[in-house]
């Protein structure tokens, strides 16, 4: 097995965590039941990576090969209402912008090396990643009847996507590790993105 085919899945596990988590809280905000807050979740988890298996033509979907993904989802889901409950009383609300930049790191590396791995062009390779990372969350507004927080932010959002993506092709070329190469290049997308959340930069 390849480097990079090892690390996908515990960087996958780690986006799926962070998304479902501002899935549940979106949900929540909006008065979901059970079903609601699932769905969310789940679109917010697994949109972006779905869409790229689609434009890759890859099967099964990343989702459907790790179905551990999917019943992580449902028992959240089911404790989701009291531990949120608790966790908007005492957590504070720059945790769910947390949650949404590493979704948003993790997922979009997770997308540039299953692209990579499967020959696409550096560049395309690049907005696969991007797509990984930002469509989950497109949908999750979508559905919250929002606009979608990539097209009214104002901030780095799908830039510092990119930004990561386009950073991790040349390192990973050069040799770095696979594992160091993924952290890193994540990091730098959260890092980007709530550094621009936290001074309100703006590329308007």
Not at 37 to 66: K, M, N, Q, S, Y
Request: net charge neutral; charged share 15%; hydrophobic share 60%.
């Amino acid at each position: 097995m390849r480097a990079e085919q090892a690390v996908v899945p515990a960087i996958e596990f780690v986006a799926v965590l962070a998304a479902a988590f501002s899935g549940f809280a979106e949900a929540r905000n909006k008065k979901m039941d059970a079903v609601g807050v699932f769905t969310v979740a789940f679109i917010t988890a697994f949109g972006g990576g779905t869409l790229r298996d689609v434009l890759l033509d890859r099967r099964p979907f990343f989702w459907v090969e790790h179905q551990s993904y999917v019943v992580l989802i449902l028992v959240l889901t089911l404790i989701a209402t009291p531990l949120l409950r608790l966790a908007q009383r005492v957590v504070p609300p720059t945790m769910f912008v947390v949650a949404d930049a590493i979704s948003l790191g993790f997922f979009s590396i997770a997308g540039v090396t299953v692209a990579s791995e499967l020959g696409s062009p550096p560049i395309m390779a690049a907005m696969m990643g991007v797509v990984t990372g930002v469509f989950g969350g497109v949908l999750r507004d979508v559905i919250l009847n929002e606009v979608p927080m990539v097209l009214r932010d104002g901030k780095p959002y799908a830039l510092a996507a990119l930004a990561g993506c386009i950073f991790f092709l040349p390192i990973r070329e050069a040799g770095m590790p696979a594992s160091v190469a993924t952290w890193v290049s994540a990091g730098l997308i959260v890092a980007v993105r709530l550094i621009a959340w936290r001074w309100d930069w703006t590329i308007r």
